[in-house]
């Protein structure tokens, strides 16, 4: 039981280039979270999927996608990556987006652009 | 709206001694709570929540938290920190009409604890 898991660990990339974040949970959870996590400020939301085929933005969703390719996976997208995104990009699942089920985290993926 | 607050950026503690985290928070309705930890180069890790009944909470690692109405209030505690401790902590707070189960997470406090 791997619980939740991020690839890449680390990217860095040039303004401008895009990449895909990959996450998967094998906790059979319904929902779903992306979070970047900057200096000073906590944990942002950018989206969540409550459920298989449902997604929506979260406080900070401006030059992201996200695609729930299932119900274990939950991928986030850069199109056209800028220096504001460098950030630590951290996957979330729960059991169910309505109840009070406590998040569990993956180990994150540092991204650069520079 | 939901918001939370940690009022320091870092608390320093000597070992064997008792520790507090502050957490203030500011919800519509009635607030669900969680206190997570951050090791270096990992994720966030559970520790409890509140979400009703008793105000006193008890988590892992021997950590527990008070819940206080009056003070909007979620302080994280422990009676003898250890070593160990040294970590990122964060606050969560969630809304009770949030459908989303989106939680807004403070700053985060650092905690040191010397040997």
């Known amino acids: 039981n791997a619980g939740v898991t991020q690839t890449p660990k680390f990217q860095v990339l040039k303004t401008g280039q895009s990449m895909t974040l990959q996450c998967a949970q094998d906790?059979?959870?319904?929902?779903m979270y992306w979070y970047r996590q900057d200096p000073g400020m906590g944990l942002r939301l950018i989206y969540y999927?409550?459920?298989?085929?449902?997604?929506d933005k979260g406080e900070v969703p401006n030059g992201y996608n996200v695609s729930r390719l299932n119900k274990r996976e939950f991928s986030l997208r850069l199109e056209s990556a800028a220096p504001s995104q460098t950030s630590v990009y951290f996957c979330?699942?729960?059991?169910?987006?309505?109840?009070?089920?406590?998040?569990?985290f993956g180990p994150g993926t540092r991204l650069t652009v520079t | 709206a939901q918001s939370v607050a940690q009022p320091e950026d870092q608390v320093n503690v000597a070992e064997g001694n008792p520790l507090t985290v502050k957490c203030t928070y500011s919800?519509?309705?009635?607030?669900?709570l969680f206190w997570y930890v951050q090791y270096p180069n990992r994720g966030l890790q559970f520790l409890l929540k509140?979400?009703?009944?008793?105000?006193l909470v008890k988590g892992s690692y021997g950590f527990e938290a008070e819940f206080n109405k009056s003070q909007t209030s979620f302080h994280l505690k422990k009676p003898s920190a250890l070593v160990s401790d040294s970590a990122l902590y964060f606050c969560?707070?969630?809304?009770?009409?949030?459908?989303?189960?989106?939680?807004?997470f403070g700053g985060g406090t650092r905690l040191m604890v010397k040997p």
């Open positions: 979330a699942s729960s059991e169910y987006a309505g109840q009070t089920y406590e998040q569990y």
């Open positions: 999927s409550a459920s298989e085929g449902t997604t």
């Open positions: 906790m059979n959870h319904n929902s």
């Open positions: 509140y979400i009703t009944g008793d105000n």
């Open positions: 919800v519509s309705g009635n607030p669900y």
């Open positions: 969560a707070v969630r809304d009770m009409y949030n459908a989303g189960n989106m939680l807004t």
